[in-house]
């Protein structure tokens, strides 16, 4: 019923830019709180980036400074602006929307940040 679809990912030399965008759509009948989390190969899943229903955003202090979450006004469409990268940010992003405290996924995007 509900459905996440990520885009724009692909490969960016270090210090350079990305913009990721993520819709949810289907049977959401409101603003709700989205997410982008990150899994690099052996690495765990990483809590990225969070912005809520009013507005409000968290980072990963592995980002802070350099990514910024956004929403389009009244729609549960995000993006994640990806700036300065470095090899590290390498991995797949994924974005989630919480209905009813349970995360949606969607299929991820590919980050490849390499000279």
């Known amino acids: 019923q509900v459905h996440v679809v990520e885009s724009g990912g692909g490969l960016v030399q270090p210090g350079g830019s990305l913009r990721l965008s993520c819709a949810a759509s289907?049977?959401?009948?409101?603003?709700?709180?989205m997410y982008w989390y990150r899994q690099a190969p052996g690495k765990e899943r990483e809590l990225v980036a969070t912005?809520?229903?009013?507005?409000?955003?968290n980072y990963a202090d592995s980002v802070q400074g350099r990514f910024t979450i956004s929403r389009v006004t009244a729609k549960n469409t995000v993006y994640l602006q990806m700036n300065s990268l470095k090899p590290e940010d390498t991995a797949v992003y994924y974005c989630?929307?919480?209905?009813?405290?349970?995360?949606?996924w969607g299929q991820g995007t590919q980050v490849t940040v390499s000279s």
């Open positions: 989630t929307v919480t209905i009813s405290g349970v995360h949606i």
């Open positions: 289907g049977t959401i009948f409101s603003i709700k709180p």
């Open positions: 912005i809520t229903d009013a507005g409000r955003t």
